[in-house]
């Protein structure tokens, strides 16, 4: 799986977006883009993923760029209880990969 | 409802002592998993069960043996824990290679 780079922290306020990058330079084409995230002492999340278009869900929107080379996670309006640390991950969907490898995630404090 | 369980919460043993944590998914899932977090947050895979057949195990002693009676549930025990043991396990369920649920994790702590 392709390796990522997340900045280690943000800080966003209260009622506003939430911007997320993360630099996925080596990615293959048949690599799909995830997020994850983890509350403090609570288990990992899914938010969201993609191939290539950008997606949209309840709790995020991802936007991938066109040479796929890089990603943002869009929490459009980000409460105190988004405080997190998110894990963007790349990897193969299908065949024998079940692997999620975790990095160090970026560490999002939401701001009152 | 909850998705993923694990039981016990919190976990406080002995050096030398024989402990299991249990893992439950009520999601129909077929592929279950067990990760470790260690004291420096990072979180890895340690083995998997597509089905109840073993299909990752990573570089982790032997003294760690995972049970999947059914699908529907993934074990873990581990003999002689030693010191270094204590870690946030999270068990995880998915359909196959889709994305995966997390259960709350079980804090164990070898004294």
């Known amino acids: 799986d392709a390796k990522t780079t997340q900045p280690t922290s943000m800080d966003c306020a209260e009622g506003r977006a939430a911007n997320l990058p993360c630099n996925h330079s080596t990615i293959s084409g048949n690599e799909y883009v995830y997020w994850y995230r983890q509350i403090h002492s609570q288990g990992p999340q899914y938010i969201i993923h993609g191939l290539k278009n950008n997606e949209t869900n309840e709790m995020a929107s991802l936007i991938i760029t066109e040479d796929r080379k890089s990603s943002t996670l869009i929490l459009p309006h980000a409460t105190l209880r988004d405080t997190a640390v998110y894990y963007c991950?790349?990897?193969?969907?299908?065949?024998?990969?079940?692997?999620?490898?975790f990095g160090k995630g970026t560490l999002l404090t939401v701001n009152p | 409802d909850t998705a993923v369980s694990q039981t016990p919460k919190y976990l406080v043993t002995q050096m030398g002592n024989d402990k299991s944590i249990k893992c439950e998914q009520n999601?129909?899932?077929?592929?279950m998993y067990w990760y470790k977090q260690d004291s420096k947050k990072f979180l890895k895979i340690m083995f998997s069960y597509n089905n109840k057949e073993l299909i990752i195990n990573e570089t982790v002693p032997n003294r760690f043996s995972p049970k999947s009676p059914d699908k529907a549930h993934l074990n873990l025990h581990i003999n002689s824990l030693e010191l270094g043991d204590s870690a946030v396990y999270f068990c995880a369920s998915s359909l196959t290679t889709d994305k995966q649920f997390f259960g709350p994790g079980t804090r164990l702590t070898v004294l």
């Open positions: 999601l129909g899932h077929d592929t």
């Open positions: 991950i790349v990897r193969v969907v299908g065949g024998s990969n079940y692997k999620l490898t």
